[in-house]
């Protein structure tokens, strides 16, 4: 995998060492406005607690001891920590990449949205809710407000938010709109137990690759594409992959009933090169890029390998020994159709919540990570999902699915980036029109229209 002049030119970029004294107004503006919604006395005990335990934690880091960074009962305190660590030049120093990437972005638009989402009825209290009863599942209050600031800044006269009760099932939203009167139900999905099992089989499977070539000293890439079920290989399926590649001369190459793939000598000369003058986070989509050439955000990916981390950086590789990449995506058929059903379940849940005094709709927010991407066979079976689905007493008519993928960026100037998918879905033949025709949530301007829209 030799390194040509074209591969050295796109990404032999160094840091700038420059303007990085910025300030995010609207950050900030947000982390200001949620925390005052919990008491100063209770906030001030959790943002030191957040705070301490995170310093702690880069301690141990630095002696290359992995232990949690955040209490994971208090999963807000981190995301706040993490967009003030970005948003203020003081703290950036703070910002921990591999999880503030996807927080940095959502914070921004919620920032965009502040504005509309204060007049927005219900809105302050559902906000309160996230950052007290809500804490350790925050990612579904922040899907609510994105979706509440849509319909405000799409023109919707009257967004409200339904008052939260245990008695009756509520939708989450009521939106008006001259004689038009919608009933809206939010549901982030994370991923199903299946998807999580998929990318935990090849976590280990990555592993015991990782381990082969740590033991023969031998820096290696793998590249996968999977055609088969991950659940149903054996663990040390890519491992016998390595040992075939490291008995051989030059890159290995297989297909076979389970996936396709190569094994090769990876080319470190770009990443010690600029490892001559920049430390880079051990891991990362930089790593990644420097190792093959370019980064590819749909893949799921692990690194390993031998580094010394840098002064004050714990995160950061100031040296590299050895290093080892395998990287994969799921293409099975088998697989996908599993994840409709769990898209199709989602749909049920939030089409229960619906009211059938007026016609629904359900938002479904996946956050998109290597292979839990949206794809064009996957958008086509949840399509068919919904083709059948019974709406029941619910005058359920559309569902969006809202995929939304934070990005490793890997630019020089850029420090937080999203891409985003809205598809959207059909239940029964509806004859009303849909409420948010061609909409993203962290654009203002419609998508670029196909399959699905895209931003």
Known sequence: MPMSEEFSKDVMWLAQRHGQDWIDEEILAVVEWLTSLVPTAEWSRRAAEAAARYQAARAEWAQERRVPLFDVADQIAWYVLQARCYGDPNLRPDFFEPEGYRIAPIFKRIGQMLPDLKAIAGAEERAARLMTHGKSQPDDGIYELL??????????????????????????????????????????????????????????????????????????????????????????????????????????????????????DADLRALHQVLQHDDIYFGSSRMFQLIVGEYEPSLDFTISGDWVPAEGRPFHATSIGHVSLVAWRSQSEEATRRKAQHFRSVVGRASSQLPGDRPGVVHVGYEAVGGNS???????????????????????????????????????????????????????RPTTSEPLPGHMLFLDEDGQPGAHFRS
């Open 374 to 428: 949206v794809d064009g066979r996957r958008h086509m079976l949840n399509r068919e999902q919904m083709r059948t689905f019974d709406a029941k007493e619910s005058r359920l008519r559309w569902v969006y699915g809202n995929y939304f993928m934070p990005e490793h960026v890997t630019d020089r100037n850029e420090s937080a980036a999203v891409s985003e998918t809205t598809a959207l879905y059909r239940v029964g």
């Open 147 to 264: 979706v509440a600031g849509t319909y405000k800044r799409r023109g919707w006269e009257k967004v409200e938010f339904v008052p939260e009760t245990t008695v009756t099932k509520q939708p989450d939203l009521f939106v008006h709109r001259g004689r038009s009167h919608w009933a809206v139900e939010c549901k982030r999905a994370g991923r199903s137990g299946y998807s999580k099992d998929e990318r935990n089989a090849g976590e280990r499977m990555a592993t015991q690759a990782h381990e082969r070539a740590r033991v023969r000293r031998r820096p290696i890439v793998v590249m996968v594409r999977f055609t088969t079920e991950l659940i149903n290989l054996p663990e040390d399926y890519l491992a016998h992959k390595v040992d075939r590649f490291a008995d051989g001369n030059r890159a290995y190459e297989w297909s076979d009933d389970g996936s396709q793939g190569m094994v090769g």
